[in-house]
C-alpha cells in the first residue's frame, strides 16, 4: 500500500501500516446452489449432522457463510 497518510496519522504512520490486513469483497447473487457450492446463510455441506458446530449451550450454531476456496481463482496468501 502506497498512499501517503494524512498529515494529522503521520505520527501512527508506522503502526497503522504494520496493521495492515489482505481483504476481499464477497459478490453473490440469489439462486439455488448445490450442497458444497459458496453460499451465505442456508444449510452448510457437511458429511454428518454430528459435524455442525454447537455453541457454549449446547443448541446449534448459526450458519453465516461457506465459501468453497476450489471454486474462487487463487490469492496470494489464501488457502487453495
Known amino acids: 500500500m502506497n498512499k501517503k497518510i494524512p498529515k494529522i496519522l503521520e505520527l501512527y504512520e508506522d ?4 496493521a495492515i490486513k489482505l ?13 458444497w457450492e459458496s453460499k451465505l446463510g442456508g444449510c452448510p455441506y457437511l458429511e454428518d449432522i454430528e ?15 461457506q465459501i ?6 487463487p490469492l496470494p ?3 487453495h
Do not use: H, R, V
Request: aromatic fraction near 12%.
Open 68 to 73: 468453497n476456496l476450489a471454486g474462487m481463482p
Open 77 to 79: 496468501e489464501f488457502p
Open 15 to 18: 503502526y497503522l501500516k504494520s
Open 23 to 35: 481483504s476481499n469483497q464477497i459478490m453473490f447473487t440469489l439462486e439455488d446452489t448445490k450442497p
Open 51 to 65: 459435524q455442525y458446530p454447537k455453541g457454549t449451550d449446547g443448541g446449534p450454531m448459526m450458519f453465516l457463510a
